[in-house]
């Protein structure tokens, strides 16, 4: 006949077996542990790379604002980029002037539809979001009530759009129908570009800048793509520097180019990426943009300013 075992077996057996389940619970809490520390130490990694990226960007825009100042060797006219290798890392720089840029305040319906259409917005989308440009920027009356009100009420939190002219180019962010991905384009590369690279609050409205404007804007004024094409071509090559250059293009073109020509170099965007460099050497895979406009003022000027660089506005998420 089977014999039960002694009772300080059984005890034994419930000991290991208690050993066995504090060894597993205690192991698991081990790996959470060490995932979670893995994890803060990552992200603190990430955030230590993040502030190194930003001020090596604003160094490269205070050294590119020096450069495009002190003219020589230091800047070539025509220059849009800057490309910086410093031991922390890299950045590149782009220059984008005003001039470049349609006028948030001036343009019209039509040159905004056309822009939206180049930027890819299907035409409904396009034809409403210009529409509501448009009414963003139009003081209200009896006659000329605002369309969108119902819109901007309902959305929290509230607001009414203000019926005057743009003063931010951030405010576009507000207008209905528009999302940061159609404002921003791709910021990184630059492979498309976004609605902030064509039009400006403080684009003034003159001639749209043969040598830097997008291809998009160029559309705008009425270009066709073919042509808009046609003239980054050319200036890539050779860059246009005299009004008669600009002549035969705009016999040639039509009455759009008549909207081309050289501005003024006084007021520019300075956009910079930066990608820190590792202990190994390597590029970190972080990307951080920041940006300036930034005010150049002639010795001698209106406003009795300092000659040189103001920096009108800081954009620490360029």
């Not at 893995?38 to 993040?50: F, H, K, W």
């Not at 609605?195 to 003034?204: F, T």
């Not at 820190?276 to 050497?281: L, T």
Request: hydrophobic content about 40%.
């Amino acid at each position: 006949m089977p014999t039960n075992p002694p009772a300080n077996a059984k005890q034994r057996g419930s000991a290991l077996l208690t050993v066995l389940w504090l060894t597993a619970a205690l192991s698991a809490i081990g790996v959470a542990v060490a995932h979670n520390v893995r994890g803060e130490t990552e992200r603190a990694g990430t955030n230590v790379e993040d502030v190194k990226a930003v001020f090596l960007a604003r160094a490269a825009i205070d050294r590119a604002m020096l450069y495009q100042q002190w003219g020589g060797d230091y800047f070539k006219p025509f220059t849009s980029s800057f490309d910086f290798d410093f031991p922390a890392g890299q950045v590149h720089v782009d220059m984008i002037p005003e001039s470049a840029k349609l006028s948030l305040n001036s343009a019209t319906p039509e040159e905004l539809l056309r822009l939206l259409l180049a930027l890819g917005e299907p035409e409904d989308r396009a034809t409403e979001i210009a529409t509501a440009i448009v009414d963003w920027r139009t003081p209200v009356s009896p006659e000329h009530p605002g369309i969108f009100e119902g819109y901007y009420l309902a959305r929290v939190p509230s607001f009414l759009p203000p019926h005057t002219s743009f003063r931010e180019n951030e405010e576009m962010l507000l207008v209905r129908g528009i999302t940061p991905d159609l404002y921003y384009g791709t910021s990184l590369d630059g492979s498309r570009a976004g609605l902030r690279d064509c039009i400006s609050a403080s684009a003034m409205g003159g001639a749209l800048d043969v040598n830097f404007a997008k291809r998009e804007a160029f559309v705008a004024i009425g270009l066709s793509p073919q042509d808009a094409e046609a003239i980054i071509n050319r200036r890539s090559a050779r860059p246009f520097t005299d009004y008669k250059e600009l002549e035969p293009l705009q016999q040639a073109l039509g009455p759009a180019a008549a909207h081309l020509g050289f501005g003024s170099i006084t007021m520019l965007t300075f956009r910079a990426t930066a990608r820190v460099r590792q202990p190994d050497g390597k590029l970190s895979d972080l990307r951080r943009t920041v940006a300036a406009l930034v005010k150049y003022f002639r010795p001698g000027n209106a406003l009795r300013r300092q000659p040189g660089p103001e920096i009108v506005r800081w954009y620490e998420r360029g």
